[in-house]
């Protein structure tokens, strides 16, 4: 027995607290800063947004969401990405194609351009949502001030601060970030405990969560009906919704590659950005003006009447908003994945509750953005914490919990909705 004792490996030694305590005031300022530029970036889009999209029609006597104004407005932000993709320094960054939530470090010249090529998109229409290009940001400003101020920090310590902050500032919460990080660590050779390499970045993203709570007010709770006790049908419901949103998503996945090559060949940004826009006007013709933005607005509306809309509109509305997913993803805008993947997710679960009226809205809701999020994010945790805030439900939480099993399966070890330079999908 003591032979045996004497063969296994040392525990990692814990991180004593006078090496933790010096990160906990970096760590704030990484929070606070990052959820203000979360917010100041967003709050200007919405400005925007109002004047494109409610005074200018208004101002020209064009309906707001006619069908000529969606296709103008969105070739024009086309247009507008395009130039500063075109002509301002760093051509606001990497292919966003082949970038995801753990951004590079950017030069300090790319990071005004990737922040007005984000907010006319999110402005402009086209279905994405800020976090992948203000993580990048924030990552940036981070390293480059953090580098300076505190010269002897470890450089990797920046870099995860304002990934953790950003995204406890987009959910409103540390959980998220928590989660994330967890998964990121998990199969890495760590240095002291868990808790001791998480200590710092949880109080970045607990920064970040509150800065953000306290001046905008966010809110992911859709206010659907909570189910009773969860019966077979509801389990059965489940599996089934997850498993198809999953499916679904990945037939995005597999043809995003494919999308993506379609634009390149124009080469030019301002030929790629502007058609790609003209394309994304044309598919939200069809889809109509909740296909449109990055969708946490737009599943508020659909949540708020889940009657509203028929299983046939129900689907219209997903295939649109994946379609304009992958399009403005491939084309070269500048923004993330997860906020317009929960609109389908919500869409598809919807229309399977108009569909089969005993499916109950709020299983069919968590379950397909749950199955959604697994294939376009390919980030377990993410999927499985954003899927059960948009009902706060204990009973929900318990069936996504089984119901991610199928779906992962469907999903892992095939290709990502992200590439590498030379254009091959990530596996």
């Known amino acids: 027995m003591a032979q045996d004792t004497e063969q296994q490996a040392p525990a990692a030694p814990a991180t004593p607290a006078r090496v933790l305590l010096p990160l906990i005031l970096p760590a704030l300022v990484v929070g606070v800063g990052a959820s203000l530029i979360f ?29 000529l104004w969606m296709l103008v407005m969105l070739t024009a932000t086309g247009v507008a990405v395009g130039l500063v993709v075109w002509k301002v320094p760093g051509h606001a960054g990497p292919d966003p194609a082949t970038t995801g939530l753990d951004a590079p470090v950017l030069p300090p010249a790319v990071l005004p351009g990737l922040v007005l090529a984000t907010g006319l998109m999110l402005a402009g229409g086209p279905s994405l949502g800020p976090e992948n290009p203000i993580i990048a940001v924030n990552v940036g400003l981070a390293f480059w001030l953090g580098s300076r101020v505190l010269p002897r920090a470890p450089g990797r310590l920046w870099p995860m601060l304002a990934e953790a902050a950003t995204i406890g500032a987009l959910f409103g ?34 920064a970040g ?5 306290l001046v905008a007010h966010p809110t992911f709770d859709l206010h659907l009906p909570v189910p009773g006790r969860p019966g077979w049908g509801d389990l059965l419901a489940a599996l089934v919704i997850a498993s198809l949103a999953a499916l679904l998503g990945m037939a995005a996945v597999y043809a995003f590659p494919y999308v993506h090559g379609a634009f390149a060949r124009l080469r030019h940004p301002m030929l790629v ?4 826009g003209l394309v994304l006007g044309l598919l939200a013709a069809l889809g109509g003006q909740l296909t449109l933005f990055k969708g946490l607005d737009e599943i508020g509306e659909l949540a708020s009447d889940p009657e509203g809309w028929s299983a046939g509109q129900f689907a219209t509305m997903t ?26 997710g919500t869409a598809f679960g919807l229309g399977a509750h108009a569909l089969v009226p005993a499916v109950h809205p709020s299983v069919g809701v968590a379950a397909g953005v749950l199955g959604m999020l697994l294939a376009i994010t390919r980030q377990g945790w993410v999927s499985l914490f954003t899927a059960a805030v948009l009902v706060a439900s204990p009973v929900i939480l318990a069936l996504l919990c089984i119901a991610s099993l199928p779906a992962w399966l469907l999903v892992t070890g095939r290709p990502q909705m992200q590439l590498r330079k030379d254009g091959s999908p990530v596996v």
Do not use: H
Request: charged share 15%; net charge positive; with cysteine.
């Open 173 to 206: 919460t540390p959980v998220a970030a928590a989660l994330v990080i967890s998964e990121a660590l998990a199969g890495k050779q760590l240095k002291g405990a868990l808790w001791d390499n998480v200590f710092a970045p949880l109080v970045a993203a607990a």
């Open 273 to 276: 950005l502007p058609a790609g």
């Open 319 to 344: 295939v649109v908003k994946l379609a304009a997913l992958l399009v403005a993803a491939s084309c070269g805008f500048r923004g993330g994945r997860i906020f317009p993947a929960v609109f389908v």
């Open 39 to 67: 917010v100041g970036v967003s709050a200007a889009a919405e400005e925007l947004q109002d004047v494109l999209w409610r005074n200018l029609p208004d101002a020209l006597g064009v309906g707001r969401y006619s069908v």
């Open 209 to 213: 969560a509150l800065t953000t709570t």
